[in-house]
Structures are given as C-alpha cells and as structure tokens.
C-alpha cells in the first residue's frame, strides 16, 4: 500500500515562499514519478511539477522560473519550492506518485493561500 503525507502549505503574502513536501511509504519511491498539482477555487486539478525517477522536472508554463522541484530518495520525499508567489497560486495542492506497472494515488491535499 502507497501512502502519500503533505505537509507545508499555509498562508503567505504575494511575493513571499512556501516549500511543499510530500513524503511516501518506502515502498516504489525511488521508481516513480512524483508530481505536484493545484486546483484553484471552481477550477479541475492541474498539473504543476513533476519529476520522474530520473530527476527530470517539468513544469506548468505559469510557474517556470518560480517554482522547482525535486527529490530526496533517502527521505522518500518529494519537495516543490514555491517563489515569488501570487495571488493565482492560490488552491489546495495536491501530492500524486505515478508507479510504474501499479498505478496512480493521490494525498490528501494541502492548502496554499496567497494574499495580495
């Protein structure tokens, strides 16, 4: 069993950072692709970073250049660094682990308030 433990969010002024971790059960970690999504108020969940068990990011257009991800094998932690944050970054963000051969899961979320 896959379990997925975010921790991180909260509110912060525009402009300000936040750091995100995700931390998962030992099992599959270091094989899987970790990303991070957000869904805003009245808006579907959408994909913000991912990383694969390669260490190759991708990122959502609206956070390039703010935002990074990465991972720490040893921890079984994902982390997404949040910079220069707006108000539009503003939703419950969501930690996935994608396992090859096995599937897909999601934690149960954590809020980020940015105020403007």
């Known amino acids: 069993q896959v379990q997925l433990v975010e921790s991180g969010g909260g509110l912060v002024q525009a402009g300000g950072s936040l750091r995100l971790s995700c931390a998962a059960s030992k099992n599959f970690f270091a094989v899987s692709t970790m990303g991070w999504y957000r869904q805003a108020p009245g808006n579907q969940r959408a994909l913000v970073a991912q990383i694969t068990s390669g260490r190759i990011p991708n990122y959502a257009d609206s956070v390039k250049g703010r935002f990074t991800i990465s991972r720490d094998n040893a921890k079984n932690t994902v982390y997404l660094q949040m910079n220069s944050l707006t108000a539009e970054d503003t939703g419950v963000y969501y930690c996935?682990?994608?396992?090859?051969?096995?599937?897909?899961?999601w934690g149960q979320g954590t809020q980020v308030t940015v105020s403007s």
């Open positions: 996935n682990i994608d396992v090859p051969g096995w599937g897909r899961k």
